[in-house]
């Protein structure tokens, strides 16, 4: 069975097709691209996999459960309990510091746990930087902040939007390079991009184009790490 | 780490590290709770402040005998003082009347303690000196005028010492008019004396008419008192002024609810102004409530993180403004009434709980809002 299955989803906004008709499952463990032009509906079908929309029609299991027809407050569980989620936009609480904005995505899970949250940014190379504010951590910085936020509790699918869009060429890799061990250490990866580059490193890419897939293919460059 | 460690965490550096935004709101409250606990610290204060300045307008008990004939003696008088609180007592001025003749004409007298006199009747407005030496004495202004007498002349008063107009009259003494009284009332028909002088002069001693006395106690108070000593010393009628005492307590009760509804008008404005606030906090923080709805934050906690952060406000304005409350009353109480004011620790607590519910009640329709955000909407790019 798969991890996540999408059966003839549409997402509707007046007469425009956001998604139509798309059907798609992602294996436990998987590693997949979604690319296509703007407006192609990349985002749309984040939010509805990452549980923050739902779709017109069609059904999304995820676990084999269907998930579609669940209210707001079972979607917020959801979530929380297996859903990370990293934005181009990075989003951390610019209040708190590196080490506190990850203890918030513990906090609303189960338990805050300082330790196990800097354990978590020392994987993605921040050990030093736990105490700094957002405003005081460069772009690249602040998206290792958001995935090891997105990380801390081992949530069954990570999905990412264009994570990679805001930051230069050398955190571009260095976030790749974080994708390609959280493959290999088993977790199921969802990378939305518009950059081929990102696209490439994957195992799987899925193409839309006016909210239907053109394209779904294994990645014949993909080397596991 | 608990969750509530975390939680506390979180507020506290959402107001500490964001300090700009919070401090309109902070300095709302806290001006809020200022005005509402200096204005009661004087609610609270005011009647005595008033009382202490209503003494200034004479006399608010009088004692006069139980039965008609009877007079009192000064003993029984001070058993009547002895029941009303020394703390409270500003004057007691008792008033013997006897007739005397000066000129051939018959002229009321009064004999009484003339510091007294001048304890009870602050008004009394004397021109030249109060008396201080043996035979001399006040005439008030209507007699000064009558008989032709200034301040510094000398008369010759007689008394009949019995009831009978044919009673060998006394040769009768040289008296000295120390001052003329001017009051605009009754007063001014009289001759003011010492009670020794009179005593001496008309004989017989121990022999009161009317004890005035001035009290600085509530009209609540003087009624206790007036029962109390009605009870304790059957030979005295005490008698409230009520001209006096009514209109004290008219002028208090219209103070007090000017006082309540200042301080009513003042909570409401602080609810809208941390209402708004609020309001604005919340919006320019939807992308953060965004973020924690996706991270799985219910309603209820996003309720209870901006709650948390609205009542922790609203304690510290609170706790501030009972402290800057009190140096606002002390400062109004010292201006307005020359008098300091003792502080109430019983108006701590309530200041900082008053506080705390209109800055909750102020953050309920915001906080609401604070739950419509729509993740996905807010956290998209732009
Ligand atoms: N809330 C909405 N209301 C109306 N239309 C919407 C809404 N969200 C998205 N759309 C439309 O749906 C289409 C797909 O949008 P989506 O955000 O999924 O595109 P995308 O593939 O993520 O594009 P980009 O690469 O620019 O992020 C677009 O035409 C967009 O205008
Ligand atoms: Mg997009």
Redesign the pocket.
Known sequence: MSLLELNNIS?I??D?K??DNVSLSVDTGEWVAIM????????????IIGCMDKPTSGAVLLDGKDISKESAKSLTAIRRDKIGLIF?QFHLVNYLTAVENVMVAQYYHSMPDEKEALEALERVGLADRAKHLPSQLSGGEQQRVCIARALINYPEIVLA??PTGNLDEANENIVLDIFKQLHKDGTTLVV?T?DPEVGEVAQRTIT?EH?RIVKDALNANFKEA | MTKRKMFLRMITASLVRRRSRMLVALLAIAVGATILSGLVTIYYDVPRQMGAQFRNYGANMIFLAASNEARFDLDTVRRGVACIDAEELVGVAPYRYETVRIHEQPILAAGTDLDGAKATSPYWHIDGEWPSARYEVLVGQETAEFLGLKTGDVFNATWSSGEEEEDVLNLGVDMKVAGILETGGSEEEYLYMSLSDMEELAGETEKLDVVELSVSASADELKAYEQDIEANVPDIAPRLVKRVTESESTVLTKLQSLVFLVTAVVLVLTMICVATTMTAVVTERRKEIGLRKSLGASDGSIIWEFMGEGLLLGGVGGILGSILGFAFAQFVSVHVFSSSITYQPALLPVTILVSVLVTGLACLLPVRSATEVDP??VL??E
């Not at chain 1, 296509?36 to 939010?47: D, F, I, L, W």
């Open positions: 997402k906004y007046g425009l956001a998604l296509g032009p703007s407006g192609s509906g990349k985002s749309t079908m984040m939010n181009q939007d264009e939305v518009h839309l909210g | 996905a909407l998209k790019g």
